[in-house]
């Protein structure tokens, strides 16, 4: 029997899906005073964590930081939620370090639902929406599988894994989302009847074991930071671990049940059709591609304060449940460990990403965005961050305001939108540090200093949070200024101590910043030679050592920032002919003429286009601004 459709209501825009992606879109709309209507397949999974139980890591702590300096949620919610926090990379240069936190899954849903709840614009319902209307290229309705009619001017699609969901355990699939949720289905049929390119993207999750049937004796315990920094640069309380993970490897016995089974894994039998993330592969995939491995880390981590229930992170499968346990009961401590969630491999729709523009809406239809895992990537922050400015972005176009586009040289946010939406992706993205060109200048610490301007422009930040920020750098400033000046008090072991370490002679009169500037001489470490040390935040001193230490480098890398941007913001006419610019290379014509940048920043990041097709057009730009003066 056909569903009759009623009118259900009208807003302003619509967020399909309330992951990670949908809760900054509808919290980004509703704080910028659009009413929105925000839609999911379940009230209870709203912020759910289907993977690792876990917020941040390596350049994905950049993440979290630049959208909380921007005005987003996710860092104040993870500061709220966390039970162990490690910066990780300490061994390196503070240009990668990045923040991890071991997060209480429920806890953080809890946080989340009840954070959109209490929004005053934004309206959460228990719905799945199976079609979007449009009309002369607009969206103008979507309707959900109740036959409610919703009338709205702009919508996010923020559908995570569920977009005609299947999950796959050897021999076995069937249709779902994660967790054993509902998929979504009908949606993906009705974005193909706009024009969409569909792909079909894959993704995989462990088993999660009870922690009383496992023997941590017999692992490595990894401990938390014993000083904390927090995700949120608006977090003043101090925080503190909650919880321990541990450490365990695979081995020979593991690697060998793995490998007499590959005829019953559906990622080398051919059932699994989707592309799979390369830097988060399966168990048997790791063994597989890494033959001359002995063995591979695990991570134990606990999903949550008031659970027993343990996530293995590192041993995701798509192997059938008989051949997990064994691979399981293989490993050290794990011989009698109780499977309560078996792990799975989930196949999704999604579209390409080069289909949109870089503030994430659609290029075929308008006042449509997309976000997150929807727009080819992996990971809770990098969908986060894409909600946030898609959310953002719908909310400027219904007020009529200018669009909000971050640029490679502004964050990783800004390098990876460009990344999706310029390169696309042909395997589910995932962010790292090596994918930014600017990573001593676009670092985790100075997010506020970098960003929080933009949120405050934006209205997302307030007067009194902005005030703040500028004010802890003012005293960053002054306490730089203070280590140029002042002399260290002579102090020979000490000197000689330094004179030791670096490989140079220490003399008297020396300022504190030139000890600084030494390979391994902290800011700690010159408190006995510094006795008018102001107290100061831990924020404050670590910005005023960087700042000391890579003074020369970060100016480099400012002034080449700057370069860039100017540069790129050059425009090109819209009816330039570059077939007809003979100087170009042949491929970088072809490439130019159908995808028509809109300025040289654009043009610059598409494959094919190299630094001496970027030249020409410089010049070319050059003489067309020359001419049209001289008239």
């Known amino acids: 029997m056909a569903i009759i459709k ?3 209501g009208e807003y302003e825009a619509a967020v399909i899906g309330l992951g990670h992606a949908g809760i900054e879109a509808a919290l980004a709309l509703a704080r910028l005073g659009v009413e929105t209507l925000a839609f999911t397949i379940n009230l209870d999974s709203v912020g759910n964590m289907p993977c690792n139980p876990a917020i941040g890591g390596t ?4 993440l979290v930081r630049e959208l909380d300096a ?6 104040k919610a993870a500061d709220d939620c966390c039970i162990e926090y490690r910066m990780l990379n300490r061994g390196k240069g503070p ?3 990045s923040l991890r936190g071991q997060i209480d899954r429920v806890k953080y849903r809890e946080r989340m639902k009840g954070t959109l709840e209490k929004e005053k614009h934004l309206h959460i319902v228990q719905a799945e929406v199976v079609s979007l209307e449009t009309e002369d290229g607009k969206v103008t309705s979507v309707t959900t599988r109740a036959g409610a009619v919703y009338k709205v001017k702009a919508c996010v699609i923020c559908t995570g894994t569920y977009l005609e969901g299947k999950v796959i355990m050897g021999e076995l699939s069937y249709e779902s989302g994660p967790d054993g949720l509902f998929p979504s289905r009908g949606l993906s049929a009705s974005l193909a009847e706009t024009g969409h390119t569909l792909r079909r993207f894959k993704t995989g999750t462990p088993p999660r074991i009870n922690r009383n049937t496992v023997d941590f004796s017999r692992m490595e315990v990894q401990e938390g930071d014993k000083d904390i920094e927090p995700f949120s640069f608006s977090t003043t309380e101090k925080k503190e671990n909650k919880a321990v993970c541990h450490l365990v490897y695979t081995n020979a016995e593991t690697h060998r049940i793995i490998r007499e089974n590959l005829d019953r894994s559906p990622l080398f039998s051919g059932a ?4 799979g993330p390369r830097y988060c592969p399966s168990i048997e995939d790791k063994v597989v591609r890494f033959a001359d491995k002995e063995r591979h880390q695990l991570f134990v981590e606990p999903m949550g304060l008031n659970t027993d229930e343990l996530y293995l992170q590192g041993f ?8 997990q346990l064994r691979m399981l009961h293989s490993l050290e401590g794990m011989e009698h460990a109780h499977v309560q969630r078996s792990a799975y491999a989930i196949e999704y729709d999604c579209v390409d990403p080069r289909e949109l523009y870089p503030t994430l809406e659609s290029k075929l239809i308008s006042g449509l965005y997309g976000a997150g895992q929807f727009n080819g990537s992996s990971g809770y922050e990098e969908a986060a961050v894409q909600g946030f400015v898609a959310g953002v972005n719908a909310a400027r176009k219904i007020k009529g305001q200018e669009a909000f586009v971050l640029l490679r040289e502004d964050g990783y946010i800004g390098t990876l939108i460009d990344d999706l939406t310029d390169k696309g992706t042909n395997e589910p993205y995932r962010m790292m540090t090596s994918r930014s060109e600017y990573r001593l200048f676009n670092r ?15 209205g997302l930040v307030s007067d009194e949070t902005y005030e703040a920020m500028l004010e802890k750098y003012r005293v960053v400033d002054k306490e730089i200024r203070r280590l140029e000046t002042t002399g260290a008090k002579p102090d020979e072991e000490i000197f000689r101590d330094i004179a030791e370490r670096t490989g140079g002679n220490v003399n008297k009169g020396v300022k504190l910043a030139d000890l600084l500037r030494r390979p391994g001489i902290t800011y700690e470490e010159l408190a006995s030679l510094d006795p008018e040390r102001p107290s100061l935040p831990h924020a404050v001193t670590e910005e005023a050592e960087i700042a000391i230490k890579y003074d020369g480098y970060i100016k480099r890398e400012r002034e080449k920032v700057e370069k860039v941007k100017r540069l790129s913001i050059r425009t090109l006419p819209e009816d330039m002919d570059y077939m007809s610019v003979a100087t170009l290379r ?3 014509r072809q490439k130019l003429q159908k995808i028509r940048p809109k300025t040289i920043g654009e043009a610059s990041r598409i494959s094919g286009v190299s630094p001496a097709d970027i030249s020409v057009l410089l010049l070319y730009t050059k003489e067309s601004k020359d001419e049209h003066y001289d008239r």
Request: proline content about 2%; glycine content about 16%.
């Open 272 to 275: 699994i059709e989707g592309i």
């Open 59 to 62: 350049a994905k702590g950049h």
């Open 6 to 8: 009623y009118q259900a």
């Open 70 to 75: 921007l005005g987003g949620e996710m860092g």
């Open 95 to 97: 240009a990668v370090y």
């Open 316 to 323: 995701s499968s798509s192997m059938p449940e008989e051949i």
């Open 444 to 458: 985790q610490d100075n997010a506020d200093q970098r960003l929080m301007g933009v949120g405050h422009d934006l």
């Open 586 to 588: 042949l491929e970088a």
